[in-house]
């Protein structure tokens, strides 16, 4: 992960978090979109939230995405991809 080593960035993370959901490492790409998505506090990204739920579903971990779109809708009420995404589960 040398990108990571050069500049530590939200964009950054999330290309490596982005990476390593094209070759099926679901558990790992989530630790790199959610340390992306503390370092966003004031700017929550709506697709961020999304590859994080997406990273989870992909992880088998239903419950928690479901839990995790639930708290994301209750931000973002009117976007109605998080909620197609939670009426997928």
Do not use: T, W
């Not at 697709?47 to 994301?72: F, P, T, W």
């Amino acid at each position: 992960m040398n990108i990571l080593e050069e500049d530590r960035s939200i964009n950054n993370l999330i290309l490596v978090g982005d990476s390593l959901m094209e070759i099926c490492e679901p558990d790992e790409a989530y630790e790199y979109y959610q340390e992306a998505y503390e370092m966003s506090e004031f700017n929550k990204d709506r697709q961020l939230i999304r590859k994080i739920g997406n990273s989870l579903i992909y992880n088998h971990d239903y419950n928690k995405a479901v839990e995790y779109y639930e708290d994301a809708i209750k931000s973002y009420p009117d976007d109605a991809e998080l909620r197609s995404d939670l009426a997928k589960l």
